[in-house]
């Protein structure tokens, strides 16, 4: 899984990238839907969770921000520990440009969601994204190793806070963005109506402390 996500990032890539002429454009059409094709001979429906996946951790081959096997994750590669905190490494390619040269501003928003909600997964505090309030402080441009960083904050209830911070790997003093956000935990039976198309018990967006 983790080697057809390469070869489909390196294809993403190729696609946003190239200046081939019209016909070539054509035959590269024809030879993508063979593929997909091919891959659908077996495939799951839209609301099944991947056979690989955990639905209790929440962890996702297919996740559209740190999945080895997403051909649009950029993709993150993230850790955590249970103290609450959480970081992410990433370079941000063509697929994910903004203005010309830089990082679209909703794929800043959303790695610095997925920091936000992994610190507080790390804990035991699984949550939905309630707010999420981003301020950008400078462009971060495509091609440059970046690190953000998340930690998790109050808690009250079901619902708990996390701040995360983007900078460049090479210029950790200057913060490129910050993000503050409040995530609410689903009660069990909310969860199990939320999740019912599944099939399966999802226990990753629920309170576990
Ligand atoms: C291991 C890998 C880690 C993977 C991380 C993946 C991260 C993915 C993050 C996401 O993408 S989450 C998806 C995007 N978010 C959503 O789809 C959430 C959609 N919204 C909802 O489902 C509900 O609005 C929500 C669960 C957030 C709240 O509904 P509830 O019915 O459970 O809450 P309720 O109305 O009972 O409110 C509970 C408390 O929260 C408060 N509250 C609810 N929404 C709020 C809000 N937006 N702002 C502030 N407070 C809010 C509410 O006032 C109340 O406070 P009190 O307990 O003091 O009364």
Do not use: N
């Not at 790390?122 to 462009?139: D, F, I, N, Q, S």
């Not at 960083?149 to 913060?175: F, K, N, Q, Y």
């Amino acid at each position: 899984m983790g080697e057809l996500g390469d070869a489909l990032r390196e294809l993403v890539d190729a696609a946003v990238r190239t200046e081939v002429p019209e016909a070539e454009l054509e035959a590269a059409a024809v030879l993508a839907r063979e593929l997909a094709a091919r891959l659908r001979a077996s495939a799951r429906g839209l609301h099944e969770i991947a056979r690989v996946d955990d639905p209790e951790t929440g962890e996702r081959w297919y996740s559209p921000v740190y999945g080895p096997g997403s051909p649009v994750a950029p993709p993150l590669v993230a850790s955590d520990t249970p103290d609450g905190r959480a970081t992410g490494r990433v370079t941000v390619g063509k697929p994910h440009e903004g203005p010309p040269g830089l990082v679209h501003g909703g794929v800043v928003a959303t790695l610095l969601d997925h920091v936000l909600a992994r610190a507080l997964r790390a804990a035991g505090r699984g949550g939905l994204t309630a707010t999420l309030t981003v301020r950008y402080r400078r462009p971060v441009h495509l091609g440059v190793p970046l690190l953000l960083t998340a930690e998790m904050g109050e808690t009250d209830g079901r619902r708990t806070t996390a701040h995360a911070r983007l900078v460049a790997e090479d210029s950790p003093e200057v913060v490129l963005a910050e993000a503050e956000g409040l995530f609410i935990a689903l009660r069990a039976e909310r969860a199990a109506d939320v999740f019912s198309a599944t099939g399966r018990t999802v226990g990753a967006w629920t309170s576990r402390s």
